[in-house]
């Protein structure tokens, strides 16, 4: 218990020790930061691959074949649009129950729709193409055209939508852990770190401000590292 609350090395009365200092529970918040950041990021990426094929698929089929497949697949999207993503992911992980899995899964199936309108309105770009009528003359099958002509020009695009869903995917899971209906304790999430500190926000502010700035830090390294692979895969990506 003598553990308990430790501050950070640079305040009075820390050590080098615990060089964040320590929980409630005198548990070392350097380690729990850093495992917290592997929560982070295995989510955020989870969350982006299952999204990613979904509104790829969805964005494909729409973009190529048109008419009612496109008018059915734009009214999901649009429904999905109105719908407020926190809202839904936390009246479904109450309901369902919080845990590293369910977060997964639900925040997957919640954050497809920016991939799926970003791969349909390209595919409409370059559906005409030369290469994809020459390919169609050669008899080559629909999925071979899909897969061979036209997605290996969205990668680009896929992958900033992706920066983008996996920074959002780590906001919400630290919404959610935060409101109690996310990754659930022991796994030390940031949103979770940052909720258990609260009680002491106004005696040991650093509780809060260490996985907030941490959280901040890692969405916005995620943005530039998506904002530089675009620029390195597609050098003429930014005109």
Known sequence: ???RMKPPVWMANGTWDYVLGTDKLGRDYLSRLLYGARISLFIGLSAALISGIIGTIMGLLAGYFGGKTDA???YLITTRLAMPVVMIALASASLIGGSLKVVIVLLGCL???????VV???VQQIRDAEYVASAQALGCSTLRILASEILPNLVGALIVVATLEMAHAILLESALSFLGVGVQPPIPSWGLMIAEGKPYMFFSPWVIAIPGVALMVLVLGINLVGDGLRDLI???GRN
């Not at 954050?111 to 309108?117: G, K, P, S, T, Y």
Request: no cysteine; proline share 5%.
């Open 120 to 122: 349909r309105a390209a």
């Open 72 to 74: 059915l697949i734009s």
């Open 1 to 3: 218990m003598m553990l």
């Open 111 to 117: 954050l497809w729709d920016r991939f799926a309108v």
């Open 234 to 236: 597609l050098p003429d």
